[in-house]
């Protein structure tokens, strides 16, 4: 099963880019990645998720690195809300395992 | 609010016992995952159900069981609690089709079981 690699925790000041990094180096052709958080006391809700190609919506962009062993999860203006757990996780198809890792901790500093 | 329900939302039992735990996927999705959260482990992904039938397993210990029924409901039935099974059980649901696309899952608000 291909892992994932995320910080254990980040700081950002409220109003500014946050970029949360994770790497996947053994990444396959078919892995997607999916980004989810997990709000402090709320169950996990999905982010974004992307193949090959940046993908944007409202919550936020994923940059997706040309080898596609890295990609970067980029909330433009983070706000006390965004303060949880990301967790970045990659899956084939719909019916592999779920591999959540301990994802990465994020502060806003108001 | 995702869509999907689970209950009971709080759960205390003592050792040995055994107990259900029941989610409702939103409206139209046929896949179910059941996953436990305690401190120590994080977020380990137990099992997954589309449209009734087993689809995969992750470390679901054999005291755990679950079953999703024909109106998509699923349960998660615990047996013979010990400690260490005090967790957030959260289930999800996300409307699979086909074995070769991904899907987005919607996370339920989660059972906290507490064994004594």
Redesign the interface.
């Given at each position: 099963d291909a892992k994932t690699t995320q910080p254990n925790s980040m700081e950002s000041n409220e109003e500014e880019p946050v970029h949360l990094p994770c790497n996947h180096s053994t990444i396959s052709g078919t892995d997607?990645i999916?980004w989810?958080r997990?709000l402090p006391s709320?169950?996990?809700?999905?982010v974004i998720?992307g193949l090959t190609s940046n993908v944007n919506n409202r919550m936020a962009s994923l940059a997706i690195a040309e080898d596609r062993k890295s990609s970067t999860l980029i909330l433009h203006r983070a706000t006390l809300r965004d303060a949880a757990v990301y967790?970045c996780i990659l899956?084939?198809?719909?019916?592999?395992?779920?591999?959540?890792?301990?994802?990465t901790s994020l502060s806003v500093i108001p | 609010d995702s869509g999907v329900t689970q209950t009971p939302k709080h759960l205390i039992t003592a050792t040995g016992q055994r107990v259900t735990l029941r989610c409702s996927p939103r409206s139209g999705d046929l896949s179910v995952y059941w996953y436990q959260q305690s401190l120590d482990q994080g977020l380990q992904f137990l099992i997954q159900y589309y449209n009734g039938e087993e689809r995969a397993k992750g470390n679901i210990l054999e005291r755990f069981s679950a079953q999703q029924f024909p109106d998509l409901h699923s349960e998660l039935n615990l047996s013979s609690l010990e400690l260490g099974d005090s967790a957030l059980y959260f289930c999800a649901s996300s409307a699979v089709t086909t074995s070769g696309s991904t899907d987005t899952q919607y996370f339920g608000p989660g059972t906290r079981l507490t064994v004594l």
């Open positions: 997607y999916h989810y997990q709320q169950g996990p809700e999905y998720h967790y899956r084939k198809t719909s019916y592999d395992k779920v591999i959540f890792g301990p994802g | -």
